[in-house]
C-alpha cells in the first residue's frame, strides 16, 4: 500500500494548484494535484505534454474514468468512490494509482480490507503554492 502524508513514512507532497501558473511554483519532478472539473481540463493537458506528474481529485466514478484517460498518476477520492474506481482500476488495469484521502489513521484498515492501492492522508499536500 501507497502511504503518503503519515509522520512514520518519508514521503514527498503533492502540491496543491488551482490553475496552470501555480505549477511554477512548485518544485521541478513533483506531483501536482487538483479537483476534476471540466475547467481543469487545460491544466491536465499542459500536465501530460509537460510530463508534469498530477493527481486528480474525484468525486463520481464518471470522473474517475475520465481522470484515467487524461492520463493522470494518481486518483485521490473518499470513501464513497475508492471502492468503485479500486473495482475500475483493477478490472481495466489503470495505469493511475487509486488513493484514499483521509485524515484518519483508522481508516487504513479499510482501505486494506478492500485492496485500495494506497492512502493519502492530509498532511500529504502542501496548500503552501497557492
Known amino acids: 500500500m501507497i502511504i503518503i502524508g503519515?509522520?512514520?513514512?518519508?514521503?514527498e507532497p503533492f502540491y496543491f494548484i488551482k490553475k496552470?501558473?501555480?505549477i511554477a511554483k512548485t518544485p521541478s519532478n513533483s506531483c501536482v494535484i487538483?479537483?476534476?472539473?471540466?475547467?481543469?481540463l487545460p491544466v491536465c493537458r499542459y500536465c501530460t505534454q509537460n510530463d508534469v506528474s498530477f493527481a486528480l481529485i474525484c468525486d463520481s466514478s464518471r470522473d474517475v474514468l475520465f481522470a484515467q484517460a487524461l492520463g493522470?498518476?494518481?486518483?485521490?477520492?473518499?470513501?464513497?468512490?475508492?471502492?468503485?474506481?479500486?473495482k475500475f482500476a483493477d478490472g481495466y488495469l489503470f495505469d493511475a494509482k487509486i488513493l484514499l484521502y483521509t485524515a484518519t489513521e483508522s481508516d487504513m484498515d479499510w482501505a486494506a480490507e478492500h485492496e485500495i492501492d494506497g492512502i493519502l492522508f492530509e498532511?500529504?499536500?502542501d496548500y503552501g503554492s497557492c
Open 72 to 86: 493522470c498518476s494518481y486518483i485521490v477520492c473518499d470513501k464513497s468512490v475508492a471502492k468503485s474506481a479500486q
Open 20 to 22: 496552470e501558473e501555480d
Open 34 to 40: 487538483f479537483a476534476f472539473s471540466e475547467e481543469a
Open 6 to 11: 503519515h509522520p512514520w513514512v518519508d514521503f
Open 123 to 125: 498532511e500529504g499536500i
